[in-house]
């Protein structure tokens, strides 16, 4: 059982958008920053979005990201086939003292 | 090019002990705080635990579930990382990722950078 929740499963078809949820409470997401990975099959995960919604260098635009209070939001519009992905949303957790991951979606593009 | 490259994985019984190193290369490694994250198969992704630099005092934080049998040591000299694994369990078995972290002040802010994870098998 994740500390934060995500829906194990999301769809779109290509061109559409997505969003995928994160939910926490306020030990983790309500006082600290959110960050986002998108783990290719069979590769090492990536970092999307960090600081809730900032892109890194070579992240396309497609990739959004949002919070509010407790939970946070990766947005994807335009969606391509490439974009099959497990998605993770992580934090610090200030009770644990520790990193928190959420359970991980599984994105598929129709 | 900034590049993460673990090693020491394998095959180890349990309760034997293993240590995966992480070699840092293309920035200044002592400057950032490092860390260890872990996918079981098929699972999702854990953190290990967290090392910060010696700004922060060197000091670290790890995960519930190894408190007590991990360490995790730097060697800033070498640009090196270090996972000590001890009492090892079945449920260890993991593919382990070394990543860069970005800090907010003493906490982990996201993890920028990671290797391409080297495998671990606690079996007998």
């Known amino acids: 059982q994740s500390v934060l929740t995500q829906p194990p499963s999301v769809s779109a078809a290509p061109g559409q958008k997505v969003t995928i949820s994160c939910s926490g409470s306020?030990?983790?997401?309500?006082?600290?920053?959110v960050s986002w990975y998108q783990q290719l099959p069979g590769t090492a995960p990536k970092l999307l979005i960090y600081?809730?919604?900032k892109r890194p260098s070579g992240i396309p635009d497609r990739f959004s990201g949002s919070k509010s209070g407790t939970s946070a939001t990766l947005g994807i519009t335009g969606l391509q086939t490439g974009d099959e992905a497990d998605y993770y949303c992580?934090?610090?957790?200030?009770?644990?003292?520790?990193?928190?991951f959420g359970g991980g979606t599984k994105l598929t593009v129709l | 090019e900034v590049q993460l490259v673990e090693s020491g994985g394998g095959l180890v019984q349990p309760g034997r002990s293993l240590r995966l190193s992480c070699t840092a290369s293309?920035?200044?490694?002592?400057?950032?705080?490092m860390s260890w994250v872990r996918q079981a198969p098929g699972k999702g992704l854990e953190w290990v635990g967290f090392i910060r630099s010696k700004a922060y005092g060197g000091t670290t934080e790890y995960a519930a579930s190894v408190k007590g049998r991990f360490t995790i040591s730097r060697d800033d000299s070498k640009s090196i990382a270090y996972l000590q694994m001890n009492s090892l369990k079945t449920e260890d078995t993991a593919v382990y990722y070394c990543t860069r972290v970005t800090t907010v002040t003493t906490r982990i802010g996201a993890f920028d950078i990671w290797g391409q994870g080297t495998m671990v098998t606690v079996s007998s």
């Open positions: 600081d809730n919604n």
């Open positions: 306020s030990s983790n997401i309500g006082n600290n920053y």
């Open positions: 992580g934090t610090w957790d200030s009770s644990l003292s520790g990193w928190v």
């Open positions: 293309g920035f200044t490694f002592g400057d950032y705080a």
